[in-house]
């Protein structure tokens, strides 16, 4: 099985729907992911009423391969923050971290989702979190726990603070993704967008980091790129073993 990361500069606005089609044709892998909010931009604060999607707008949505993308979903009289997975089976993951600090205003925006879930691919079990949910010990917890066999990560996170030539953010991110990589035994990808919007750079450098904790391929810096990965279903065949619990 093959995955995609598509890293996007997306635009400030819900007409972004032609650069996903543009990337899905570009690769012929079983599934092709995008990074956060990437069917809006980012920084959409009171735009959100008028530029929010239904879940159902992409529930009618068909492609020729697996597809995640990111979106505000308005549902109830709520918007919230959202990955959907769109494939032979339709999930929706919530946001349930919404950073409200700094920068960030997304809890003045969005909703938070209740929880974190696992669903049924064709890549096995497999979970989506969105950039900030995985900065917090219940999301390690529950990688512990649930042991995915696909952990897919969509972010939006903006450079900041270099370090001996690297973005110390980088630094941070690498260090979570490896650990839920190794704690699950499976395989994670993680997706961040690109471009600038409202005085924040986004960084790029998505990633894939196989069940041993190691990055299999990355993309570049600061710019759209494509990247593709050959999962190796007999590694986390392995690494799972090792990770078993005696009753």
Request: a negative charge.
């Amino acid at each position: 099985m093959k995955i995609a990361l598509a890293q996007i500069r997306p635009k400030l606005s819900p007409d972004n729907l032609d650069k996903h089609l543009e990337y899905i044709k570009k690769t012929d892998a079983d599934l092709i992911i995008f990074p956060e909010l990437s069917m809006n931009g980012y920084k959409i604060k009171d735009a959100l009423l008028e530029d929010a999607f239904s879940e159902d707008y992409f529930k009618n949505m068909k492609f020729d391969k697996d597809v995640v993308l990111g979106a505000a979903i308005k549902q109830d009289g709520k918007i919230f923050n959202s990955a959907l997975y769109i494939g032979d089976e339709f999930h929706r993951h919530d946001k349930v971290h919404l950073p409200t600090y700094g920068v960030f205003e997304e809890g003045r925006f969005f909703f938070s989702g209740k929880e974190f879930s696992t669903f049924n691919t064709k890549f096995g079990k497999t979970a989506m979190f969105i950039c900030e949910d995985v900065f917090s010990g219940d999301s390690i917890d529950f990688v512990g726990r649930e042991k995915p066999d696909l952990i897919i990560v969509i972010s939006a996170s903006p450079a900041r603070e270099f370090k001996d030539g690297r973005l110390l953010i980088e630094e941070q991110w690498e260090a979570i993704l490896k650990n839920m990589a190794i704690l699950s035994g499976g395989y994670v990808a993680f997706c961040n967008r690109v471009g600038f919007e409202d005085g924040l750079g986004f960084w790029g450098k998505s990633k894939v980091i196989n069940p041993k904790g190691e990055i299999e391929t990355e993309a570049v810096y600061f710019d759209e790129d494509l990247i593709e990965c050959e999962l190796n279903n007999h590694l986390t065949f392995t690494q799972k073993y090792f990770l078993r619990k005696e009753n």
